[in-house]
């Protein structure tokens, strides 16, 4: 067998499309690219359409934490994405919808933009803390007499991209966490994002939900991606069944990862984050946290599947003649 990942022809996508009914599309570097997002990988909106007039369901899956339901559904009818809103799933809606289906009666403190809260509402969930929570004069003091501000009702932090994180936030997410019954979420851990144009990146999510950790000695229940929670909520409302079901993704250790652990099929697009050349390196780390970041196949592009789904039509014409 060749090593993985491999090069996907035309002969593997067709056996692959015959066994999948859904396929779970990442947003980011994988249909679209850039600072805003806005440059549409040429002809991905194409692929979304023909893979959904083959009979596939498809969602739109981000980690994105900084955008709602509703702006990423208004964002592709801008980019001319035909997709239905409850097909986009982002992480701040599924934590916000996690809360909804535990019953959570409590606040929740938001490490977070302004787009936790609004899912949070549209939820029915009540949160504190966006912005930037400053604790006026000595946060030593404050602390000692117990003038951290802190909110009795709070039942749970919950922490994705925050633009505002700062010391002062940090000490009030930590002093919630300290009682064990309070709720720790974060819609992601992706650690960087890549900037295009340059070889530099800037932290995501992860870093901060790995300084909150950190400082808490408490680990995050995640929700967006590798955490099965997305699965698990599709499964729930739409009947997805993860061996009939295909991720395309440009990060290994979210989009791939997700579709490995959770006994769904990979693929790997070369538009974002991960090179082939990193794809290739994880199978020689002799780890096997890194052996599960290893996609199945990759593609250049989303676009490649037009492409080879068009040179199955032309030869199927060629050999009709
Ligand atoms: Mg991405």
């Known amino acids: 067998m060749d090593s993985l990942p ?5 002969d593997s996508l067709q056996q692959l499309l015959g066994e999948i009914d859904t396929i779970l599309l990442d947003c980011d570097g994988v249909l679209w690219q850039g600072a805003q997002g806005t440059d549409v990988v040429p002809r991905a909106q194409e692929v979304v359409s023909r893979l959904k007039s083959m009979g596939k369901k498809v969602f739109l899956v981000t980690n994105n934490s900084t955008v709602t339901q509703d702006d990423c559904y208004r964002k592709c009818n801008t980019l001319g994405f035909s997709v239905e809103r409850e097909s986009i799933i982002c992480a701040s809606f599924v934590l916000a919808q996690y809360l909804k289906e535990i019953n959570f009666q409590k606040k929740v403190y938001v490490v977070g933009a302004a787009a936790i809260a609004q899912e949070m509402q549209d939820a029915g969930i009540r949160c504190i803390g966006v912005g930037p929570e400053r604790i006026g004069g000595s946060i030593y003091a404050a602390l000692a007499e117990g003038k951290l501000g802190l909110d009795p009702d709070v039942g749970a932090v919950a922490v994705g991209f925050d ?3 700062s010391y002062d936030k940090l000490v009030r997410a930590v002093t919630y966490l300290a009682n064990p019954e309070c709720l720790f979420l974060a819609t992601n851990t992706d650690e960087k ?4 144009g ?3 990146h800037l932290p995501a999510a992860g870093i901060l939900v790995r300084a909150i950790e950190k400082a808490s000695s408490r680990q995050a229940q995640v929700m967006g991606k590798p955490s099965p929670t997305i699965l698990y ?3 729930a409302r739409y009947g997805v069944q993860p061996q009939k079901t295909l991720v395309i993704g440009d990060t290994l250790a979210s989009d791939i990862m997700f579709g490995n652990e959770c006994g769904m099929w990979s693929v790997l697009v070369l538009t974002g984050v991960a090179t082939l050349q990193d794809a290739r390196n994880l199978s020689l780390a002799n780890d096997p946290l890194l052996q599960k970041q290893i996609p199945l196949f990759y593609l250049e592009s989303v676009a490649d599947i037009l492409t080879l789904l068009d040179s199955v039509t032309n030869n199927n014409v060629n050999e009709e003649h």
């Open 6 to 10: 491999m090069s996907m022809d035309r």
């Open 163 to 165: 633009r505002e994180f």
């Open 193 to 196: 994002y890549i900037v295009t």
């Open 198 to 200: 340059t070889p530099l």
């Open 233 to 235: 909520m599709l499964q």
